[in-house]
């Protein structure tokens, strides 16, 4: 008897889920994004005669913008990195200032390796011990945009999150952008300064080709290089330092999602999140003009004390005594001073009595003739008292102070990772 269509379907439904997970268990997946203000043009190369990736070999990528594909677990010497300051014609034909690859905007796959100076993220899978990935950030070429691989589980990150073209040494700088900028910097490897390529302790090459000799210690900059960016493959034979190649254990972590992100920490430069923009300050309403206010009028200064005139001597014939008329005393004591600006207290300021008390005007009645017989005493004259100071004193303020308004060999792909 065959056996029912239900058993049957079930069956198959089960073989085809555990083919699905097989395949998955063979493959790695990633994503590649752009934090960086800019767009860059990632580009994909893939050595060893190793299987592709499932995606082209580049691609435009805007700011903020996120790709995701596969890659078999035996990828070999596979690299991705970053393309800037591309010009890419409706048939992909064209160039770029730093990462150049032969093809244009869809690298090559035989040759498109990219060109220094150039950040790389570089990866090998299913080879030496068996179930560990391998991957680093290499800036053996220098160094042109900012990168990070970050894995989903435990495994470290390898990383040169630091932008190094502001402060690139003069000597190393790569050629300036479009916008005037430094585009990367070079290695001294790249940028050939002991002048002998093929025989330089910079590159490990000719008589430097084997650890030995070309220590760390013998290449130029590689200081600079290490300490800016400590997670990253600095030289040929970095690997002593200890963070230069990664290898996470699949077998005991877990295959990983791989994670590639250009300027992870930002665009600042300093390996620290670029800060958002302020927003700008709305203009302050404009202040209302302040009125002068009118000068206080000065008080009119009072009138001298005058004494009552002597009499003169008696003659036969009496004449009244005419009456003398006030006068202004006008001293410099009393003048009133140029008009300043109130301060800026609130507090009203004090005023002069505006009433001043008045002096009385002498006497005017005659004074009388004298008897034939005694002179009549001579009457002493009236002394009128002064009129006294005004009852405030005005103190001026002080005027306020004025206020002020072709990329560098690998040496056989990192010695085939040592392996």
């Known amino acids: 008897m065959s056996a029912p269509a239900s058993s049957v379907s079930v069956r198959l439904s089960v073989a085809l889920l555990a083919s699905a997970a097989l395949v998955a268990a063979g493959e790695r997946k990633f994503t590649v994004t752009n934090k960086c203000s800019y767009t860059i043009w990632p580009a994909i190369f893939t050595g060893g005669g190793s299987t592709h990736p499932g995606i082209e070999n580049g691609w435009e990528a805007a700011p903020g913008s996120s790709r995701e594909f596969t890659v078999p677990d035996t990828w070999t010497a596979g690299r991705i990195w970053a393309r800037t300051d591309c010009n890419f014609d409706g048939s ?29 993220a570089e990866f090998t899978f299913g080879q ?68 002998n ?102 008080p009119e200064p009072s009138p001298a004390p005058e004494t009552s005139a002597a009499p003169e001597e008696p003659t036969t014939t009496a004449a009244p005594v005419p009456t003398p ?17 109130p301060p800026e ?30 002179a009549a005493p001579i009457p002493e004259p009236t002394e009128t008292e002064p009129a006294p100071e005004p009852s405030a004193t005005v103190s001026l303020p002080a005027e306020p102070a004025p206020t002020g308004p072709a990329t560098c060999a690998k040496r056989k792909v990192k010695r085939d990772l040592r392996l």
């Open 325 to 341: 008329e006030p006068t202004t005393i006008d001293s410099p004591a009393h003048a009133p001073g140029p008009a300043r600006p």
């Open 128 to 195: 030496g011990t068996p179930g560990v990935d391998w991957y680093d950030v290499s800036i053996v070429d220098g160094t042109n945009v900012p990168m990070a691989i970050q894995l989903s589980n435990s495994c470290a990150e390898a990383s040169c999150s630091v932008d190094l073209n502001p402060e690139c040494p003069t000597e190393l700088q790569g050629p300036l952008d479009s916008n005037g900028k430094v585009s990367s910097c070079k290695t001294a490897c790249i940028a050939n300064l002991d002048g």
């Open 197 to 298: 390529p093929a025989d330089s302790a910079n590159c490990c090459t000719g008589s430097h080709s084997d650890r030995p000799a070309c220590p760390a210690s013998g290449v130029q900059f590689y200081d600079y290089f290490k300490k800016k960016c400590p997670n990253s493959y600095a030289y040929a034979f970095d690997e002593d330092s200890g963070t230069a190649m990664y290898g996470c254990d699949t077998n005991t972590e877990g295959v990983p999602d791989y994670s590639l992100v250009f300027c992870p920490a930002g665009d600042d430069g300093n390996g620290a999140p670029a800060p958002a923009p302020a927003p700008a300050p709305e203009p302050a309403p404009a202040p209302e003009p302040t009125p002068e206010p009118a000068p206080a009028p000065a």
């Open 345 to 374: 207290s609130s507090d009203p300021a004090p005023t002069l009595n505006p009433n001043p008390i008045p002096v009385p005007a002498p006497s005017s009645e005659p004074i009388p003739a004298p008897s034939t017989t005694e």
């Open 92 to 120: 992909g034909q064209g160039s770029c200032l730093t990462g150049n690859c032969f093809g244009g905007l869809v690298c090559d796959q035989t040759q498109g390796y990219g060109m220094a100076p150039a950040s790389l």
